[in-house]
């Protein structure tokens, strides 16, 4: 089977249709996966049947991984091979309800001022600030950052939607004194050799500075957390967060110990 073909007509499809870069990557390699584990099963992929893509996807370990598999072979079946119907009979598997990882506030913002780096400590507290998703910070531009109304303008994030987030004085006086020393040309954070700061160095000082155990994601539902505990609405962190929906938001009141730690156990 020539998965290489394929892929790359799949790709072309998601392009066409405005997918975000993330997503045509993700979706693309779990296609790629199944076309491989396919190759000598089948010459073309109208050949495998319901069946087969059914046991292929359940083969994931997690079920996060499973629901990844049938949205990237879903939509693959839908543009590329045109046999949509092949998916009727196959449903998402029910998620896991986990809940969010959080760090203390005060541990957070305790370590953060520990840090000497002064690039370092601005990625950090403006991601910590605003909830800012990884990719969201690496890809700030200094444009975005508006100082006179006081918000930050986050472009183009998850489901290529655009959202406004607020800028407090301490972040903005932070940013100035890091702009003074790294001046960067384009986007907000520069690398050393590249003009945007990556990911992968994101999550090396979120390890290095915080905690080596987890990852720079649990800033974002730490940050929500704590804005729930200080009193502020719902509706505002689901904007804040760019949440489509409140049920979204509402995991952070699962997580928040404000009101636990007013029950009065009964020993």
Not at 218 to 223: A, K
């Amino acid at each position: 089977m020539n998965f290489g073909k394929y892929v790359n007509e799949f790709t072309k499809d998601l392009e066409f249709k405005n997918y975000s870069k993330n997503t045509i990557e993700n979706y693309a390699s779990q296609v790629k996966l199944f076309l491989v584990d396919f190759t000598g099963i089948a010459t073309k992929p109208s050949e495998v049947n319901q069946q087969q893509i059914k046991e292929w996807i359940m083969q994931a370990k997690t079920t996060n991984t499973c629901k990844q598999r049938m949205s990237a072979l879903k939509l693959f079946y839908k543009y590329t091979i045109k046999q949509p119907r092949k998916f009727r009979g196959i449903e998402y598997p029910r998620s896991e309800k986990h809940l969010p990882q959080v760090i203390d506030k005060d541990l957070i913002i305790k370590r953060i001022n520990q840090i000497k780096n002064i690039k370092h400590k601005a990625i950090l507290s403006l991601a910590f600030s605003v909830g800012l998703r990884v990719s969201e910070v690496v890809n700030l531009k200094i444009e975005d950052i508006d100082s006179t109304r006081m918000i930050i303008h986050i472009k183009n994030a998850k489901g290529r939607k655009d959202r406004i987030v607020p800028l407090s004085m301490n972040i903005l006086n932070l940013l100035r004194a890091y702009f003074k020393i790294h001046r960067p040309k384009v986007y907000l954070f520069n690398g050393q050799t590249s003009l945007k700061y990556s990911v992968t160095s994101c999550q090396k000082i979120f390890k290095q500075h915080i905690d080596k155990k987890s990852h720079f994601h649990i800033l974002r539902h730490s940050s929500f957390t704590a804005l729930l505990e200080t009193g502020t609405d719902l509706r505002i962190i689901q904007k804040i967060a760019g949440h489509a929906s409140s049920k979204t938001t509402e995991i952070y009141t699962h997580v928040t110990n404000k009101s636990l730690s007013k029950v009065t156990l009964p020993i």
